[in-house]
């Protein structure tokens, strides 16, 4: 390309009607989107395509890679251990979006009005303080805040009567633990984005419903929710993404998968399989797997999208 | 219209308890964090006790000073400090001109290639990762921090929430630019850019919150202790036998409470961002 070679410090002003003038646009437009494009192809689209193909091979890392044909889609359709770590993910998922998306809600109903100053500020900054940090100190902090013999939690819950699991060695109890530090390390983005929502309901419309005798119940059943619908929908979709491809806290807090692989998630089945057993072929296979799944979240979010555009 | 008295004592009431929940939640949340840096400055025989201490009895700074000798801190700090800076930079830079390219100049397949990109934002990082990961045993650069900064100067999302931001700044500025001889880069740089001031702040805190936070990428690809970053530092130094428990918390504190801090001071901004770019970290 002849492009790559014309200084971008052009300085006559193009003119889109001349073929010159179109033709050094041109030569700009891509110069502009040159790094861009390079990078692409080498980060994301080429390791995409690789990630395609890999996943028909099996491979160590190491000595070169076999044709395996559909060899890894049909050993992950007999692996337990992958419906497991999706049964997980899924179970993960849906209890992070109800969670989030009913808390996130409930808290911006809650500070959305008239209070103290003191209150509002304190309110918005507890809840956002846990979601600046990362995952690893969280995961770290967490461990030992549900520690069975020094926890707070299994301290103050002894205080009121409650005997605590031992959380992450009871199968049972290990992911609804990851579920409940999940939601405070992020529930502040959800409350965030739930509060810039209920910031655009119109206050005209509440308004005339409150002239209409509407309670506060029907105002908030009949008028701000369904106008909050879109936000709402926004936040189901993107707290799922996220879920979805949980890793971090998991990794960090029961590296093996918890006890009976209770914690396992989709994710971390990968990494053990990229990095740990390494089988490079068949992790792509499952990478592939998570691919589909984002595929259909973001086509239900167009779908939603243009269902709920006229909405509002 | 004024309710009776019955209504208004209730709302009242109603309000008062909304009001406690609140202080109640907001507790819950900031309680773990407290409890953290109070152990980390209590003196390692009486941290953990219980009845949980919430201030720290007999306060010490032994517990950090013990960091030094289990990982290299410091060096793990800059380490983090120095790939958020250039993946923040190199990617806001390439973003900033692709993303002008895309909202004001026209060229063949250029909304073919910004469909392209577009549709990237569905791949999930775990997907290219060992391709990624094979590319840098290639290149030399596993367990090195290059390994981390290279891949995150492509944004796909930034270069999207760029061009979106440029396209609202009107035409007729760069139009009048370019009668009066202005080139590309100098109605990008000196008009567009700084026009672009919200747009730009959000970008930057996004990406370098990412970065600082990132464990997955520096998990893969870093092993030695001096070439890790803060993250993976901590949960190496949490799984070795070596470091005591209120070590482990006084290392956490040291990467929390900055992070804290400067939260604080660009709160603002900072939720800002959040909202406007409605992305998860």
């Not at chain 1, 160590?60 to 559909?70: I, K, V, Y």
């Not at chain 1, 179970?91 to 969670?99: K, P």
């Not at chain 2, 740089?189 to 001031?197: A, E, N």
């Not at chain 2, 956490?252 to 900072?270: D, E, G, Y």
Request: glycine share 8%; with cysteine; proline share 6%.
């Amino acid at each position: 390309m002849t492009a790559v070679t014309t200084p971008a410090t052009e300085r006559a002003a193009p003119r889109p009607a001349t073929p010159a003038g179109r033709s050094r646009g041109q030569r700009a437009g891509y110069l502009f989107v040159t790094p861009a494009v390079l990078l692409f192809l080498v980060f994301v689209a080429g390791p995409f395509a690789a990630a395609v193909v890999l996943s028909f091979y099996s491979w160590d890392l190491l000595t070169p890679a076999e044709f395996n044909g559909f060899g890894n889609f049909t050993e992950m359709v007999g692996d337990p251990l992958l419906y497991q770590a999706l049964a997980n993910t899924f179970l993960f998922a849906l209890a992070s979006v109800v969670t989030h998306v009913v808390g996130g809600l409930l808290l911006a109903l809650a500070v959305n009005r008239t209070m103290s100053r003191v209150l509002s500020y304190f309110v918005r900054t507890a809840l956002f303080f846990p979601f600046v940090i990362s995952w690893a100190a969280v995961a770290l902090l967490w461990k030992y805040v549900l520690d069975p013999t020094f926890g707070v939690v299994t301290h103050y819950a002894g205080e009121v009567g409650l005997s605590t699991p031992d959380w992450f060695t009871d199968p049972d109890w290990a992911l609804p633990a990851i579920i409940g530090i999940d939601l405070w390390h992020t529930i502040g983005f959800t409350f965030i984005i739930m509060l810039a929502g209920l910031q655009t309901v119109p206050s005209q419309l509440i308004e005339a419903a409150r002239c209409d005798g509407a309670s506060r119940r029907q105002i908030l059943w009949y008028v701000t929710l369904p106008a909050m619908s879109p936000t709402i929908f926004f936040a189901v979709v993107i707290t799922f993404i996220g879920a979805f491809q949980i890793f971090d806290p998991v990794q960090i807090i029961t590296p093996q998968g918890g006890p009976d692989n209770s914690t396992l998630t989709v994710v971390m089945y990968l990494y053990q399989k990229g990095f740990q057993t390494f089988q490079a072929g068949y992790a792509s296979a499952v990478s592939l797997l998570v691919f589909a799944v984002m595929l259909v979240v973001t086509l239900v979010q167009f779908w939603g999208a243009r269902k709920w555009v006229h909405h509002q | 219209m004024k309710p009776n008295a019955g209504t208004a004592g209730r709302r009242r009431t109603g309000r008062l308890l909304v009001d406690l929940a609140l202080w109640a939640v907001g507790l819950v949340m900031v309680a773990p964090l407290i409890w953290l840096v109070v152990q980390s400055l209590t003196a390692e025989e009486a941290a953990f006790t219980l009845p949980p201490g919430w201030v720290p009895d007999p306060f010490t700074l032994d517990n950090f000073q013990e960091i030094p000798g289990l990982i290299p801190f410091g060096r793990m700090a800059l380490n983090s400090l120095q790939v958020a800076v250039i993946s923040t930079v190199g990617s806001l830079l390439v973003s900033v001109l692709a993303a002008y390219a895309f909202s004001r100049l026209s060229f063949r397949g250029r909304d073919g290639i910004f469909m392209i990109m577009l549709s990237a934002l569905m791949v999930p990082t775990q997907m290219t990762v060992i391709p990624v990961f094979v590319l840098m045993r290639n290149l030399g650069l596993v367990d090195t921090l290059a390994a981390l900064w290279l891949p995150a100067l492509i944004n796909v999302f930034s270069i999207f929430f760029l061009r979106q931001y440029f396209n609202t700044i009107p035409r007729e500025l760069d139009e009048a630019a370019r009668i009066d001889g202005a080139g590309h880069l100098w109605i990008l740089f000196r008009m567009i850019v700084p026009l672009s001031g919200p747009a730009l702040a959000a970008m930057t805190i996004l990406t370098f919150e990412l970065s600082w936070n990132n464990y997955f990428g520096p998990l893969i690809f870093l092993s030695t202790p001096e070439n890790m970053t803060l993250p993976i530092g901590l949960v190496t130094l949490q799984s070795g036998q070596s470091g005591s428990s209120v070590v482990v918390f006084a290392a956490i504190t040291a990467v929390v409470v900055p992070v804290l801090v400067v939260f604080l001071c660009f709160q603002r901004s900072f939720v800002a961002s959040i909202a406007s770019a409605g992305l998860r970290g």
